[in-house]
C-alpha cells in the first residue's frame, strides 16, 4: 500500500465527509429544510439585535 502524505490524507477525509453529508442531506431533506428555515430566523434576530444597538447609540 502506498504511503499517503499528510495532504493527501486530509484531502481523503475531506472528500468522505463531503460524500456523507451529501448522502445524509439527500436521505433528510426536511430536516435540512427545518435546520435552515431556523439558522437564518436566528441570523435575522441577530441583525435586528444589530440594528437595535446601531441605533441606539445613534
Known amino acids: 500500500m ?3 502524505t499528510d495532504e493527501q490524507l486530509e484531502e481523503l ?5 463531503r460524500k456523507y ?5 439527500r436521505n433528510n ?3 435540512v429544510r427545518e ?3 431556523r439558522y437564518w430566523r436566528k ?3 441577530m441583525l435586528k ?3 437595535e444597538d446601531a ?3 445613534g
Open 2 to 4: 502506498k504511503k499517503l
Open 13 to 17: 477525509a475531506l472528500e468522505a465527509m
Open 21 to 25: 453529508y451529501r448522502e445524509w442531506r
Open 29 to 31: 431533506p426536511d430536516k
Open 35 to 37: 435546520y435552515r428555515k
Open 43 to 45: 441570523k435575522a434576530l
Open 49 to 51: 439585535e444589530q440594528q
Open 55 to 57: 441605533l441606539e447609540r
